[in-house]
Structure formats: C-alpha cells, structure tokens
C-alpha cells in the first residue's frame, strides 16, 4: 500500500517495546519516485532511542494500519531551513481568550527559523474585530490571513445545526498558501511543548503529515503539515461540490476503513481530510506530479506530535517527549495522563535531535540565565567589589548594611596594601564575604592596577553588574531603580568635567567600536555607590584595550584628576564605547546641605547628586566613626608582616597591562605614539560614522547587547548623516531643520523591533508602512524646521525586578518577551523624561508612537498645538480617544506634546519612577500625586493619575483625538462605534491633523503613498514608498519643502 512505510524510517505497528525497528532508504532513494511508486523499505536496523515511536496501531493509510513515519529521520532528507508558518483560524467574533496558548505558539515558531504565524479568518469576521484584539495580535506578531469562505463554495453536503463545518473546513485555506516551503495547522487548544522545526522539514519535502485522534478517529483534523500549493486547495474545492455524505458510508462513498464505521467528526473534517488526502492520494498524486510536486500523505506518532490523552501510548510513555499537546485541558482520572504546563515546561524534557541541546522549549529559548557567584549556588544579579584599606568602622558597616539589603549578592573584598586583615571577619556567616589580599599599590589613584583589580574581581563575581563600595558609602536600602546605562554613579557637577579635546580623542578611540558613539556624560561621579555593568568592565579594562589610552598626554591636559580611578573609569569606558550617565540610585551626602524645605529644594536644583532618597549615598564620612560591637572588632586583625604602601598618583603602571609585567615605581605612563596618541585639536573624525549610517546600520544593534534577546537592530531607518553630541544612548538623528543650534522642537519617535515580523527581521527592509509614516513625519519636521530623533534601542534593562518577580519560574527571555509591549510603550516616557533635560533646550517636545503621522502638511502642526499651550497656560498636551463613542474620556497616549517647564519634566519623573516601583508604587510624586502606583500600561497610568489630581488637571491640555490623534481604523472600520459620521470623509475631513494607524499599521502606506497625494514628499520611489526602502535622500533638500 502506498504511504505503508513511505518515504521515512517507520516502526512496526503493534509490535511490543523491546523490538522496535525502524526502516530506512538509502540516500539516493526519492522520496517521491516519478511514478508515484512506494519507496521498498531496505534492511531493517535497530531503532535509535531519541525516535522511538511511542503510540501502537495509531498511524494508517487511509485502508489499514500501518508503521508511523519517523518524523526525525524524514526530517534528515529534507531541505535543512525553509520558509515556514503556523496556521490557526478562528471563526466567529474573536477574543483575546480564543488563543490560550499562544505563547508557546511564538516560541515555537521562533525556533521553527522564525516561522510566521497566521490566523484565518473570514472576512465578515475580521471586521467585528475590537480593535484592541487586532492590535493585541499584531502586537504578537500574528497576521491575520483574511479569507473569502469558511466552506467551500458550492459545497454538496452541508448540515444546518450543531455541525462542525466551518470551524472545519475554514482550514483547507492553508492548503493554498504556497509561499511558504511549509506550513503546519494547529488547534488553538494546543500548546506547544517542544521543538516543531522536523515536522516542518519533513513536510516541506513532499509529505502530508497527520495523526489518527485521541479516540481512535482514522485522523485528528487538529493538526496537518505539508508542502502548499494552490492545486491542492482547488483540489478540496473540487471534491466538496462532488462528495456527499453519509454516516453508513462516509465522504463519496469511500467507507470508514481502517475504522470500523462511523467515528466523531466523520461529518466534519476529519472524515473530509482522511478520505480526500489519503483514500484519494492517488489522484492528488497525478494531478501534482504534472505541476512539479510531489504528494506522500503520511501519519506520524500522536503521542509525541499532536498528544491526545494516554489512549494508544506506550504504558511507561515519558511525558517529557511530547512536543505537541492538545488534550486533556485539565487532569482526569488517568494518574498517567500528560498535562498541559501553562508555559512551565517540564524542566526534565529531552529536545529535539536536530537542535542537538537537552533543553525544554523554553530553556532553547533562553540565553540570559543569571550567572552565579563561585562560592554559592544563589543567583545574583549583583555584586559588590570593595576595595579597602585600613579603615575598620567604614568597612563594617558598609558590609553590614550590603548583606542586609542584598542577602543573595556575592561580595568581593579586595585589602590594597594596609595592615588590617579582613579576612577572618569575611568569613563570618553574618558577612559572607570573599577576601583577598594585594600588594599596596594605591590602585585608587593608579589607573592600571584599577582596572586590572577590578576585571578580576568581576570576574570572579560573575554577576550581571558590578556595584563598587567605598568606606564612606551609606546604603539606605535596596535599589528600585534599575541601571538604564553601562555604568553610573553620582551627577557630579562639582567638579570640573573633560575638556572638549578629550571628549573627541576619547570618542575617536571609542569609534573603533561603535562608530557613531559619543559621549553623554563629560563629569566625575563613578564613587563609590556606582554600578557597572559587567560586560563594559571586562572589556574596557582589558590590558590590550587599556593600553591603546595615552595617560600621559592626558594628564597633561586633565591634570592630576586623570588618575583618580572615578574619572580614570569614564576614560577607559569611552574609550571602548560604553555609555556613562548619572544613576538616581547613587547620591552624594552634602553635610551644608540646608534644613529648611524652601532652600533644600532650591539646593536640589543646584547640586543634583543631592538626593536623600537614593539607595547609595557617598560621602558619608561619619561612617569612619561608627559605633561597631566588640565582637566586630576583635575579629579584626592585623597582618603578621607589613609592606610599604604606595602613595603616590600616577606612578603604578604595567608593561603590557597586566600586574606581572609592573614597572618600577614611580614610573611615568607608557609613550604612546600614531593612531592612538592624544592631540589636542579637539576635531572628530565621523568619517567611520558616516560610512556605517549610510548603510542604514548601527553597529550597536541589539544583537551586540545579550541583555535584549530579541532580534532588532537599527536597519532601514531614515538616518541622517550627521551624529550630534546632544543625542542619547544609541538613539539617531533623522534630520535636524532648526535654524540655529539649540531651542527649537523636537520630534521623538521610538521604534523597536518585536518579536514579531510586523516591523520588519534584521537584515531585511523595514516594512512599507513604517517607512512610509518616518518619511512623512520626517518631511513635516523639515518643513516647518523642528528636529526629528528616533530611539530604535531600548533603555537597558528592559526588565524590572518586579516584573522578574511576578514571572515566576519562566526564564529571562520568556519574562522579557511577556512585558515587552508594556516596556517599550514605557519607554515613551522615559525619552520625553530625558529630551526635556536635553543640554539643547528645546523648548517643546512631541513623543509620536510609530505608527502615527502628521499629516496636514498644509500648515506647522508642532507650531499650533504650542500656541493653544500657551494661550491657556498649560504644560502637556494630552488627546483622547473622541472618534470613538465611548472614548471622549479617554487618554491616548500615542501623541504627547510637552512644553518645556517644571511640571512637565516632573510628570514624566514621576511617571517613570512609579513604574519602576511596581506594585509598591510611589510613595510622593514630585507633582503632589500619593502612593501611586504604574504596574500597567502608561496610558492606563496617565488616565489614573489625571482622575486623582487636580494639579495636574490644571496643567494639561486635554485636546481631540478626531483632530490630534485620530484612529486610522476611522478611514476602513473600527471594532467600536464611531462617534462622528463625517469621520468617514477620512483624509478629506478638514479637521484631521495626525493620523494614528493603530490596530491597522499595514493600511499606513495605502494611505500615504498609493493616493493621488504623496505625504512623504518622495514620490513612489523615495525611502517611504519604494518596495524595498533602498533609495536615498534626494540631493535637493529644496524638494522637501
């Protein structure tokens, strides 16, 4: 019988556990012969373990029992990758709760070479959407496949109640969707619980795969794979309009074997499938084979690829095999049963062969699992380095305070010369601290020995950052703000900042990592309370990359500061490219400081590293006079033999980097002399920059941070040329019109690359319609002379501890991946925050989500809203959601315009720091708002906030969507009743300002490219509206305007 062993390895039906076999071919055996011909299986080997075939009598023909095909070995004839999706439908008007498991769906898909997923749905049903659904879709990187019936036309056979048909035969519409190499259908009730990557494999080398049904049904219309074609689908079309049905003899009269007669869903799918793609599979055969195709219907073992309770597995079945689970939803009587894990996959599960690891599905996908410290089995994302040298009280009570609030983080206490020995009082259980001693080489001032202590001591910490602890360090409590840079400390702006020539060489050296880097923070500040992210300190510090730095020449410019270790950092972590920036959490203690409110408030402004709510505060210079037990100090000991120390500045310098290779000292820093050495012209070379942006690339894609795990990147973004030093982080300049350097306004827009492929794959073009909104906004900006800056890279880390806490067991990446919709949406805040303190001044700024453009190009629309700003004497300018009939109360936070003032700034501070307080929320907002909280998205928070405060009420302008911010759903259709018919004039309605295209993102270039109006001022082949985005700025900028 045709299909009896196929094409691939199978196991003898029936037989008893100890002899299974499995068959192969040779490697030159087609899978398909030309003529539709039965591969003859060749000598029978013993099965290898990782294929067992784990179900009995559980695969057929479509007439008789037969061997189940081993996925795994088809798998090894196939093409190795290919363009692949996960098919699910749904029929009806869909919620959110109609994909239970979709999660597992993405991460499968993501290991199947990031397969698409679809969803189809018929039309009629699409448009009942809410458009909170779609956007919750398109946000998880589902497309929805619109199809035109649900069965198909002209069908024979239709019963009219309480029939399964729809719901069936809406899927054979995956049968056509022949782009892809291989396409697999699922049930929206399976979760998946392995890697799917061989099903599809094997499908796309000819093979129809199914499974019989968890009752014994000859096949489970849940799942199929195969190879698509369009004959295929036209095919069931066909065969619909000829076959009738019966419950004596089935589809066409074909009958019911291998079953005994009738079994559930016989009338639906499930008997249309089997009998057309297998009782049948000699007439798809002939028909495809004139088309090219080949057509090999095939069954495979339920138990592990479509799990449908115990019946028909193996008694000591291991639950751990099952890649795919469909049934049971919940326990029942069967202690045997495998379950569904709700996304805690089994942590003893074998992986699939091919991906060649012995991970669960999630742990395949997970990359950042926290490193651990190697005196203990706790994981850590923090670590302390403390440097030390004889003072005793300071010490104590700084490691008193680190292990109390930090129990789980591994200490490093590193005695630079000194007598005292700290070692015993280390070893203490109350401390739990690592000791170790070095020879006095007053690393504090001696760049070399600084960094080569510190790289070791980071390396022995293995923690994510570094926290490094001086004698004087207060800790109040445990930090709840997380690190957003690679390093930060005190906002030292006491002490005078690096001089512009240095900031240059220092950006030159960092050039040759990151090519458009420069540097943000030009100050002291890296004391002791400062973090530091592990990753920047092992390769900043570096011998090699420590001695391409000339100290010598820079200490003739910077003077005597050039080796104190808190600015001798900032040099060496420039001079690799790494990001400095003041951390809120690190603070200087001011004993001056005033008692009054009114002037503390009023020295706040003037010294910002004062911060009396900060976890770690420097200067706390009463700490050397603490009172400690006696206990403490008897422990304390001082060492046997002493040594000189060291005091000088300056004078400790290594060879070739590393402390085996010290020079005598004193000693002067090594000459160094061409590419590296230090002139004092103060000019920057961005010739390396310009080249790297013209390739629409930033070296610094996220795939160079393992923070972020996810795939994005900066390429197809409109970049300008230039890279102006008031940018932060990694963002970039789209184009800057102002007229003069500083002032003016500023358009922001964040765009990040999710986990799905709605914003376009690295190294691919961004998608049409996100090119075509940057091109529009960009040509606004341009016109009427604001600045344009998009943020393509998230603050890092993009995951909070409460947000780690709330996910439980599921890993780094998986915990990222559930809170990354909200974090980005937070991330508007926290730019609008940092732009409004931007050295450049602007004097308003206007955050757009992605997908929303300007388009009334007819007059200066920044300008406007500025102006009603200042008429009524307010700050912020809000818009609701008025096109809607329930949404004239509502903030939608997808256009902010801020004014320039306190209360602005304040709001966006306040805003941010809630949300990273999670649940506890914040205690006293800076605009008078107590106790609370922003655990979900910024939209929620800000409609929250305005109810419980009337100060800000009083500052914000609250203005109309239909005007500022209208839904784009307005020009097709929305999930919810509109609240105006002349929204239906769409782009011919004068009132309409900005166009915000969520929900409905790929009807963005329709609208701005394919109308007798070009909103991007490119015409069709400009960056916006181009098939592929490869074209440039024109060279007259004049056709912009």
């Known amino acids: 019988a045709v299909g009896a062993v196929g094409a691939v390895g199978a196991v003898g039906a029936g037989a008893k556990r100890s002899s299974l076999i499995r068959y192969e071919i040779s490697p030159a055996a087609s899978l398909l012969t030309a003529q539709s011909e039965p591969v003859q299986p060749v000598q029978p080997v013993q099965h290898s373990a990782h294929s067992e075939i784990e179900c009995s009598d559980c695969c057929n ?14 798998a090894k004839t196939a093409p190795n990758t290919g363009k692949y999706a996960l098919i699910l439908s749904y029929v009806g008007k869909m919620g959110l709760e109609a994909l239970p498991f979709l999660e597992s769906a993405k991460a499968a898909a993501e290991l199947a070479n990031k397969a698409d997923i679809l969803i189809l749905m018929m039309k009629s049903d699409a448009v009942t959407m809410n458009i909170s659904v779609r956007q919750k879709l398109q946000e998880q990187g589902v497309q929805v496949h619109v199809v035109d019936w649900a069965l198909p036309p002209s069908m024979k056979y239709i019963k009219q109640q309480n029939w399964c048909g729809q719901k069936d035969f809406i899927r054979l519409h995956a049968l056509g969707l022949d782009s892809y190499d291989a396409v697999a259908y699922f049930d929206n009730d399976i979760e998946f619980q392995g890697d799917i990557t061989p099903v599809l494999r094997c499908a796309s080398a000819g093979n129809f795969l199914t499974t019989n049904g968890g009752l014994g049904e000859a096949l489970n219309v849940g799942f199929f794979a195969l190879k698509p074609h369009r004959l295929l689908l036209q095919a069931a079309e066909e065969f619909a309009k000829e076959a009738d049905y019966s419950e004596l003899n089935g589809w066409a009269e074909e009958g019911w074997k291998p079953c005994n007669g009738y079994y559930v869903g016989g009338e639906c799918g499930q008997g249309f499938f089997h009998t057309l793609f297998y009782k049948r599979q000699t007439i798809l055969k002939e028909k495809l084979l004139g088309a090219g195709q080949k057509w090999n219907p095939l069954q495979i073992d339920k138990c592990i690829w479509n799990y449908q309770t115990t019946f028909q597995c193996d008694r000591d079945f291991d639950c751990s095999r099952v890649r795919v689970h469909h049934k ?75 292990r109390h609030f930090y129990p789980e983080a591994p200490i490093y206490v590193l005695q630079d010369g000194g007598s005292v020995d700290f070692g015993p009082l280390c070893k203490l259980p109350r401390f739990n601290c690592t000791f170790e001693r070095a020879p006095g080489e007053n690393s504090r001032w001696n760049p070399h020995s600084w960094f080569a202590r510190m790289r070791n001591a980071t390396e022995f910490l293995q923690t994510e950052y570094v926290i490094y602890l001086e004698p004087d360090v207060k800790i109040t409590r445990r930090h709840i703000r997380d690190p957003l840079n690679d390093a930060g400390g005190v906002y030292d702006n006491f002490n005078p900042s690096m001089s512009t020539e240095t900031k240059a060489y220092l950006e030159r050296l960092g050039g040759d990592r990151e090519p458009c880097f420069n540097i943000t923070w030009t100050h002291f500040g890296l004391c002791g309370g400062s973090y530091f992210r592990s990753e920047a300190i092992l390769d900043a510090f570096k011998p090699e990359h420590v001695l391409r730095i000339d100290w010598k020449k820079l200490r003739e410019k910077e003077g005597d500061k050039t080796m104190s270790s808190d600015f001798a950092m900032l040099v060496a972590l420039s001079a690799r490219a790494w990001t400095v920036y003041p951390w809120e959490e690190s603070a200087q203690y001011f004993n001056d400081a005033p008692k009054d409110p009114s002037h503390l408030l009023q020295f706040q402004k003037r010294w910002p590293a004062f911060n009396a709510s900060a976890a770690f505060q420097h200067n706390h210079k009463e700490l050397y006079h603490a009172n400690i037990s006696n206990d403490e100090r008897t422990v304390v000991a001082a060492f046997s033999d002493s040594a000189a120390d060291t005091t000088c500045h300056g004078c400790v310098w290594y060879k070739d980097g590393r402390p085996q290779s010290r020079m005598r000292i004193p000693s002067d820093p090594p000459n160094i002399e061409g590419e590296f050495s230090f002139t004092f012209s103060g000019v920057l070379n961005r010739t390396a920059c310009a080249t790297a942006k013209s390739s629409l690339h930033f070296p610094g894609s996220l795939l160079a941070h393992p923070d972020y795990i996810l795939n994005a990147g900066s390429d197809g973004l409109p970049l300008a040329k230039d890279h102006p030093s008031w940018l932060l982080k990694s963002d970039a300049l789209v184009v800057d019109a102002r007229r003069k350097d500083g002032g003016g ?178 205690a006293s907002w800076r605009i008078g708002i107590k106790n609370h909280q922003c655990t979900s998205n910024e939209q929620i928070c800000l409609n929250d906030a305005m109810d419980a405060s009337s100060e800000m009420r009083a500052h914000v302008l609250l203005a109309s969507g239909i005007r500022y911010n209208r839904g784009g759903c307005t020009l097709r259709h929305c999930g919810e009743p509109i609240s105006d018919e002349n929204l239906k004039l769409g782009l011919d309605d004068p009132r309409l300002e900005i166009l915000h295209f969520m929900g409905d993102h790929t009807l963005a270039d329709q609208v701005l490219c394919d109308r007798p109006v070009d909103f991007t001022g490119e015409d069709a082949n400009g960056y916006g509206c181009s098939v592929d985005g490869s074209s440039v700025l024109p060279s007259d900028k004049n056709s912009y305007l």
């Open 745 to 922: 306004m500023l358009i922001l827009q964040p765009v990040f690359m999710e986990a799905g492929p709605l914003w376009g794959q690295a190294s691919t073009p961004r998608p049409r319609w996100l090119r075509s909104i940057l091109a529009t906004n960009r040509l606004h900006a341009r016109r009427y002379g604001h600045a344009m800056v998009i943020r393509w890279l998230p603050s890092k880390p993009q995951l909070l501890d409460w947000q780690r806490q709330q996910c439980g067991d599921l890993s780094e990446k998986e915990c990222t991946k559930q809170n990354e919709r909200e974090n980005f949406n937070w991330e508007k805040h926290r730019m609008l925050q940092e732009y409004l303190e931007s050295s450049q001044n602007f004097s308003h700024v206007m955050m757009l989500d992605a997908d929303a453009a300007l388009v009334r190009h007819e007059h200066n629309i920044l300008g406007s809203v500025a102006k009603q700003l200042a008429i009524q004497n307010r700050d912020i300018f809000f818009t609701n959601e008025d096109w809607l009939e329930s949404g004239s109360k509502r903030i939608n936070g997808g256009v902010i315009f801020a004014r320039n003032r306190p209360f602005a700034k304040d709001l966006f501070k306040d805003t941010v720091d809630a949300h990273s307080m999670g649940p506890q929320g914040l």
């Open 61 to 74: 023909d479509g007439q008789k029992n037969v061997p189940c095909a081993d996925v795994e070995e088809c």
């Open 328 to 402: 049971p939803m919940k326990p029942g009587s069967d202690p045997r049963e495998c379950l569904k894990t709700k996304g805690k996959v089994l942590a003893s599960k074998t992986s699939s062969p091919i991906s060649a690891t012995s991970h669960s599905l999630v742990r395949l996908l997970s990359t950042n699992e926290p490193a651990r410290h190697k005196d203990g089995d706790k994981t850590a994302r923090f670590g302390f380095y403390f440097p030390v040298h004889d003072q005793v009280e300071g010490v104590i009570e700084v490691l008193k305070s680190a």
